[in-house]
């Protein structure tokens, strides 16, 4: 004869997990808004399509996106080069990245100096050279942990309410 045993520790242990892991899945969400404003306040320059802008560059990696209601088909659709010779084109892109209505169209390296970037594409579409910044990925990971981290204090609290079966 084997009876429940109930786990009232578990059953705790996985609602604070569950409230771990929503708090991760907010904080993540956060600075994915975040990633997607600093594409427009961190603008080295912007423009409306197709152009040619100048800016001052530091030595570093620069990101092109095309802004507005049609962004992630405008943007397979938009060429640049700049004036060191490197040419890049949005449906030619290893790794997109859209975040709201802004989509990349590629990347360049850029030395520190007076630098130049024309690009052609969808007439009237707006534009912005920004600096790539590396948080996106840590915010997606960090969606992904809270998660993770909430489904397993999920299967906390059911292992602690079902309990397990020992002989009485």
Same mark, same amino acid.
């Given at each position: 004869?084997?009876?429940?045993?109930?786990?009232?520790?578990?059953?705790?242990?996985?609602?604070?997990?569950?409230?771990? =892991?929503?708090?991760?899945?907010? *904080?993540?969400? $956060?600075?994915? +808004?975040?990633?997607? &404003?600093?594409? #427009? @306040? @961190?603008?080295?320059?912007?423009?409306?399509?197709?152009?040619?802008? &100048?800016?001052?560059? #530091?030595?570093?990696?620069?990101?092109?996106?095309?802004?507005?209601?049609?962004?992630?088909? @405008?943007?397979?659709?938009?060429? /640049?080069?700049?004036?060191?010779?490197?040419?890049? @084109? =949005?449906?030619?892109?290893? $790794?997109?990245?859209?975040?709201?209505?802004?989509?990349?169209?590629?990347?360049?390296?850029?030395?520190?100096?007076?630098?130049?970037?024309? /690009?052609?594409?969808?007439?009237? #579409?707006?534009?912005? $050279?920004?600096?790539?910044?590396?948080?996106?990925?840590?915010? +997606?990971? +960090?969606?992904?942990?809270?998660?993770?981290?909430?489904?397993?204090?999920?299967?906390? *609290?059911?292992?602690?309410? $079902?309990?397990?079966?020992?002989?009485?």
């Amino acid at each position: 004869m084997t009876r429940r045993k109930r786990g009232p520790i578990r059953v705790l242990f996985g609602l604070l997990l569950i409230v771990a =892991g929503c708090v991760g899945v907010g *904080v993540g969400i $956060v600075a994915v +808004i975040g990633e997607r &404003d600093r594409i #427009e @306040d @961190d603008a080295v320059a912007r423009g409306n399509l197709p152009a040619q802008l &100048d800016f001052t560059a #530091e030595a570093r990696e620069y990101r092109v996106f095309v802004i507005g209601g049609n962004a992630e088909s @405008d943007s397979t659709r938009t060429a /640049c080069r700049t004036s060191t010779g490197t040419e890049f @084109d =949005g449906s030619e892109q290893r $790794v997109s990245v859209t975040l709201g209505n802004a989509s990349s169209v590629g990347t360049f390296d850029a030395a520190a100096g007076q630098m130049s970037i024309a /690009c052609d594409g969808p007439e009237g #579409e707006r534009f912005v $050279v920004t600096p790539k910044a590396g948080n996106l990925l840590r915010s +997606i990971l +960090i969606i992904v942990a809270g998660a993770l981290i909430g489904a397993f204090g999920l299967v906390l *609290v059911i292992w602690g309410l $079902v309990g397990r079966k020992v002989p009485v």
